[in-house]
């Protein structure tokens, strides 16, 4: 099936190898984590629990507006293997505290 010419292939970033999940933690409002790359950390990253319409996903922090609308502060596009694996590493970091 063709793509339209408006509708952009989504890009994805390697993870790779070198990565991981520090400073969890459990809130009302979600799970927030960093993950901290060679070179790079990504803070305030949310777990958003799967919904009836949707599997899990890491949300991005986002920013209120003047308009009051919210925005992303950035976008991270990681493939589904990528994403389920950090998800695990923010699972075990929550078990791993409890057991402190």
């Given at each position: 099936?063709?793509?339209?010419?408006?509708?952009?292939?989504?890009?994805?970033?390697?993870?790779?190898?070198?990565?991981?999940?520090k400073n969890v933690r459990k809130l009302d409002f979600g799970t927030f984590f960093t993950l901290q790359m060679p070179g790079l950390a990504l803070y305030n990253l949310r777990v958003?629990?799967?919904?009836?319409?949707?599997?899990?996903f890491i949300g991005m922090p986002e920013d209120k507006g003047k308009d009051g609308d919210y925005y992303k502060r950035f976008a991270l596009y990681l493939d589904e293997e990528d994403t389920q694996a950090v998800i695990e590493a923010v699972e075990d970091a929550l078990t791993e505290s409890k057991r402190k």
């Open positions: 099936m063709a793509k339209k010419e408006t509708e952009k292939e989504k890009q994805f970033f390697d993870l790779g190898k070198e990565w991981e999940v958003v629990p799967a919904g009836k319409k949707y599997d899990a």
